[in-house]
């Protein structure tokens, strides 16, 4: 028996003139930033094990390379929960 499908699109909304919510969008993205900044800093000054041992280009392409690959994975993952169900033989 098939579930019964709902047309309306499902959104959230978050009111952005409540200093609250405003506070909840913004620290996670300065974090995310301040955090790649300080990566990409000791990367290119040789203090991480990899940046010392080999050339820093090398790791910067190795470490937004696998950031692009869990990108992708993680993504197509999230594409599988909300489709509906596959029929797993044909993976």
């Given at each position: 028996m098939m579930e019964e499908r709902h047309d309306e699109p499902v959104t959230m909304t978050m009111n952005f003139k409540d200093p609250v919510n405003l506070f909840k969008a913004d620290y996670p993205v300065c974090l995310l930033i301040f955090s790649v900044?300080?990566?990409?800093?000791?990367?290119?000054?040789?203090?991480?094990?990899l940046s010392g041992?080999?050339?820093p280009a090398l790791v910067y392409l190795a470490i937004w390379g696998g950031c692009l690959w869990l990108n992708m994975v993680?993504?197509?993952?999230?594409?599988?929960?909300?489709?509906d169900p596959v029929n797993?033989?044909?993976?």
């Open positions: 900044l300080y990566i990409m800093g000791m990367i290119g000054v040789s203090e991480t094990k041992d080999d050339s993680e993504h197509g993952h999230a594409s599988l929960v909300v489709l797993r033989e044909l993976y």
